[in-house]
């Protein structure tokens, strides 16, 4: 803006850049990203009649006070749209769940921020950290969304790969990706898609690099309540990371309610001013009613969580005997929405092919993967399977799975 009467940036027509015949049309920066795996795996997964486990959404509704809380948001008038940082009441029932389940303390006016989902909060936070030709650490497999942010801003995805079979981080491989142009490490615990869980040995390794070598963090923690061995810690909460670290989560995953889209990120004052500055002008703010229905969520007693979650973890178990019934022993998963098996072991060096045949095989859809790694070298052949399914499709899923066997 200019009301300042200094000279803002130039506007009006700025000569075209000549573009060759026939180049197409999508910007040369997007140009890696076709139409996603999920899109073509859902959609054979129709052709076919096939269960879907590839994409992860669950396909049972969340919490009845949850659903009935948006209803009534919707009845009572919410519905124009909310504040810029999102309602009042969604950013101090955040603060307080921030607080209460983690021991961490936001101002809810200066220090949170609601969001179009997670997706949304990570896009705008590397928008508004990264210069052009910034580099950004990213946990790999990533998480899909993650390249596509950091292609946006111009920057530089830097994966450093967590290795099976416990899919930890080494450290020293972290260590070694950290060079002058690094600018953001992207954590994501509990990680999507390996399941396993950091430890405090891990997150207190990357806080020390993080404040040695002054990195801002960004952690993806939309599966926070989603652990079913160990415990989520958040890395804002080691020692020099809560000035650096945005922390970000979502209630998608956690109310299973994932096309309500209602994420957001918690941090300093500065970093938060900085992300809603480049947030405003992504969606400007999105699903009012949503928002308050995801505040009476964060408020509700524990039990309305921890039953979603053991919900989930029976179903990682139901779909883990069916994988195991086909030789498919899963690695070991401590959270989220996915089992991961290497199909190697039925002799398939390609998961990408596995999947395109996995209906004519047995009638199930999973996703390969190798879509999630820059180069996945031996992880070509792993395979991820969603389980937040209903039970009956789980034993469905599990029995058909169960008719494979070794090449
Ligand atoms: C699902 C998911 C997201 C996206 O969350 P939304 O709130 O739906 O935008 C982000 N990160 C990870 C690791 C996820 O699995």
Request: glycine share 8%; aromatic share 6%; hydrophobic share 45%.
């Amino acid at each position: 803006m200019t009301i300042t009467g200094q000279p803002g940036p130039a506007r009006g027509p700025v000569p075209a850049p000549a573009r060759a015949a026939g180049t197409p049309p999508l910007a040369e920066r997007m140009r890696a990203f076709g139409t996603t795996i999920f899109a073509e795996m859902s959609a054979l997964a129709t052709r076919t009649g096939s269960i879907n486990l590839g994409q992860g959404f669950p396909d049972t509704d969340g919490p009845e006070e949850v659903l009935a809380a948006a209803r009534q948001a919707i009845s009572d008038g919410h519905n124009q749209y909310p504040p810029g940082r999102g309602i009042p009441e969604l950013r101090q029932a955040i603060a307080a769940d921030r607080e209460r389940r983690r021991g961490q303390r936001f101002d809810p006016e200066t220090e949170v921020l609601v969001t179009a989902g997670a997706t949304e909060a990570i896009t705008a936070a590397v928008l508004a950290l990264c210069e052009a030709g910034d580099e950004v650490i990213a946990l790999e497999p990533t998480y899909d969304s993650y390249a596509a942010s950091i292609a946006l801003a111009g920057a530089r995805l830097v994966p450093v790969r967590l290795e099976p079979p416990d899919f930890g981080v080494d450290l020293d491989r972290l260590a070694a990706a950290i060079t002058p142009r690094t600018r953001l490490l992207l954590i994501n615990t509990p990680h999507n898609p390996t399941g396993r869980v950091l430890d405090e040995q891990e997150l207190a390794g990357i806080a020390r690099l993080a404040v040695a070598h002054d990195l801002l963090v960004i952690t993806d923690e939309v599966y926070e309540h989603l652990v079913y061995d160990g415990e989520h810690l958040p890395l804002a909460r080691f020692p020099g990371m809560a000035e650096r670290t945005i922390t970000v989560s979502s209630a998608g995953k956690t109310f299973a309610v994932t096309g309500w889209k209602i994420g957001w990120a918690c941090a300093r004052p500065e970093l938060i001013t900085a992300i809603t500055t480049t947030k405003q002008f992504l969606t400007y703010v999105n699903g009012a009613p949503f928002q308050w229905a995801v505040a009476t969520g964060l408020g509700l007693p524990d039990s309305v969580i921890t039953t979603i979650r053991d919900d989930l973890r029976a179903g990682r178990d139901l779909l883990a005997d069916g994988l195991r019934a086909a030789g498919l022993e899963p690695f070991r998963c401590q959270g989220t929405y996915f089992l991961t098996v290497d199909v190697a072991r039925l002799g398939f060096d390609d998961g990408l092919d596995f999947c395109r045949r996995l209906p004519e095989l047995c009638g199930v859809v999973a996703v390969p993967s190798r879509v999630f790694y820059t180069d996945p070298g031996p992880a070509a052949s792993f395979v991820r399977f969603a389980f937040c399914k209903r039970p009956a499709v789980l034993s469905a899923a599990a029995e058909r799975l169960a008719t494979l066997s070794p090449r």
